[in-house]
């Protein structure tokens, strides 16, 4: 039972404001000093509003025309190899898992549960534990420095199959029975039926694994030495090279706010289809 006052209405609203200037106010602060020149958000006080520098600094970042003692690289390139990465890793775990989770559950054939129980121990085999072998693959492929090297070892998902089996079996039989009459075939019930009916459970696993390949860091790191290929956190992390007085703040805070865009994009527009994914799912 919900208890309803005007005392604890206010004091939750006031909780909640709490929260948002707790969570925004950093954000404001990277926004104020990327609209200030360099030199200005050095100063002591450091400016609490924003200044006329907006234009200047993003079009720096994004184009490369920073003098700073780090990296200059144009963030817009940055930016793209963080987006195709993401997507890549993205439609490649959802892909991949819907049918390892489609063969496990509707199809008979030996060992059946011992390819499961492999799939699932990988869970315990992250990146960072198999880091070193799978390095020396990638390197004898020749995928060093390309977009097959960011995205292949990251592209399976335990996670995901394990989501997508307990979901197929949820579908009743009669189901698959009733498209089995009709004439269809495994792989147009699985197109036809099973997707459509999956649908939530892609949207929210899209956005988890969006956001997962879009803040890769340790893989870009050992995958790439070209500054055309940096996704955008490697970016970040290589402007702060030339130390605290010689770093272009301005630049540094524009490109933190850039990177945090299509994340963000991605969780407003997908969000009513994320919750109600995440809610199916626990059914």
């Given at each position: ?255 933190a706010l850039l990177a945090m865009l299509p994340p963000a ?19």
């Open positions: 039972m919900v208890e309803r006052s005007p005392y604890l209405t206010a004091f939750s609203h006031l909780i909640m404001v709490l929260g948002v200037i707790i969570v925004g106010f950093p954000l404001y602060l990277a926004f104020v000093a990327s609209t200030h020149t360099a030199q200005d958000i050095v100063q002591v006080p450091m400016p609490m509003v924003p200044g006329g520098n907006f234009w200047q600094t993003y079009h720096d970042a994004l184009f490369g025309g920073g003098t700073g003692a780090g990296s200059t690289a144009p963030v817009a390139r940055m930016m793209w190899v963080s987006f195709v990465t993401a997507i890549v890793i993205t439609l490649g775990k959802i892909a991949i898992s819907l049918l390892s989770a489609f063969a496990i559950v509707y199809f008979r054939f030996p060992f059946k549960g011992i390819c499961f129980w492999l799939i699932f121990i990988t869970l315990m085999l992250p990146v960072e534990v198999r880091i070193g072998p799978t390095y020396q693959v990638v390197s004898d492929l020749g995928m060093l420095n390309t977009y097959a090297g960011l995205t292949v070892p990251l592209i399976a998902s335990a996670t995901a199959t394990f989501l997508f089996r307990q979901f197929f079996l949820t579908v009743p039989d009669e189901l698959v029975e009733a498209a089995r009459v009709d004439g269809a075939g495994p792989m147009r019930f699985f197109k036809d039926i099973l997707v459509p009916l999956s649908r939530t459970s892609i949207a929210a696993l899209f956005v988890i694994q969006f956001i997962y390949g879009w803040n890769q860091y340790l893989w870009p790191l050992l995958v790439t030495t070209s500054e055309d290929m940096y996704p955008v956190v490697i970016g970040i992390k290589r402007m702060l090279a030339g130390g605290d007085a010689g770093n272009e703040w301005n630049i540094v805070m524009a490109t994009f991605v969780v407003v527009v997908m969000q009513r289809w994320f919750v109600k994914g995440l809610v199916d799912t626990e059914k």
